[in-house]
């Protein structure tokens, strides 16, 4: 049953990730079209894009969430090992399993707050965009969810993995 379950949230988080990585790659190209399009309406035609840069801006933003979502789920991101490899196997484990139950609550703190923050932005606009502020925090929120359900993963599959040598 374990085996299954595990199964399944591998399928699941792959699944999320393929979602994550388009999202991500999308934003950035139409980003680089909008910095690309206000440089030549600046520039060129002397005609500046009013709302460009703000909107590049917001997809920097959403783009950096996605792609940092997407890296944790590959376990791509900077971490300390060489004090861990040390130790043996079943520490290692507990170790792992401790350090991604100090990342669940950090990251589940920050999506209850980052709901506050939304909330309050909501009654707030970005002014040449027409759209609420809120939209500078929402990536917060749901890719922190992401990144919970990608840690609950990482700690079921270190009860799954075999032992290091």
Same mark, same amino acid.
């Given at each position: 049953?374990?085996?299954?379950?595990?199964?399944?949230?591998?399928?699941?988080?792959?699944?999320?990730?393929? &979602?994550?990585?388009?999202?991500?790659?999308? =934003? @950035? %190209?139409?980003?680089?079209?909008?910095? #690309?399009? /206000?440089?030549?309406? *600046?520039?060129?035609?002397?005609?500046?894009? &009013?709302?460009?840069?703000?909107?590049?801006? =917001? @997809? %920097?933003?959403?783009?950096?969430?996605? #792609?940092? /979502?997407?890296?944790? *789920?590959?376990?791509?991101?900077?971490?300390?090992?060489?004090?861990?490899?040390?130790?043996?196997?079943?520490?290692?484990?507990?170790?792992?399993?401790?350090?991604?139950?100090?990342?669940?609550?950090?990251?589940?703190?920050?999506?209850?707050?980052?709901?506050?923050?939304?909330?309050?932005?909501?009654?707030?606009?970005?002014?040449?965009?027409?759209?609420?502020?809120?939209?500078?925090?929402?990536?917060?929120?749901?890719?922190?969810?992401?990144?919970?359900?990608?840690?609950?993963?990482?700690?079921?599959?270190?009860?799954?993995?075999?032992?290091?040598?």
């Amino acid at each position: 049953m374990f085996q299954s379950l595990l199964r399944r949230m591998d399928r699941f988080s792959q699944v999320l990730g393929k &979602i994550e990585l388009v999202i991500t790659c999308s =934003l @950035l %190209l139409i980003m680089v079209a909008i910095v #690309g399009i /206000s440089v030549f309406l *600046r520039y060129v035609l002397k005609s500046p894009l &009013i709302a460009g840069m703000n909107f590049a801006t =917001l @997809l %920097l933003v959403w783009m950096t969430f996605f #792609g940092a /979502s997407f890296v944790y *789920r590959d376990k791509g991101h900077i971490s300390i090992e060489f004090i861990v490899d040390r130790f043996p196997p079943a520490v290692q484990r507990l170790t792992m399993v401790l350090v991604y139950s100090v990342v669940a609550i950090t990251l589940i703190t920050t999506v209850v707050q980052s709901g506050y923050l939304i909330e309050v932005q909501w009654k707030q606009q970005i002014v040449a965009l027409g759209i609420p502020r809120s939209f500078l925090s929402l990536p917060v929120a749901i890719t922190g969810i992401l990144m919970i359900l990608t840690t609950m993963n990482h700690i079921l599959s270190e009860f799954q993995l075999p032992p290091k040598q």
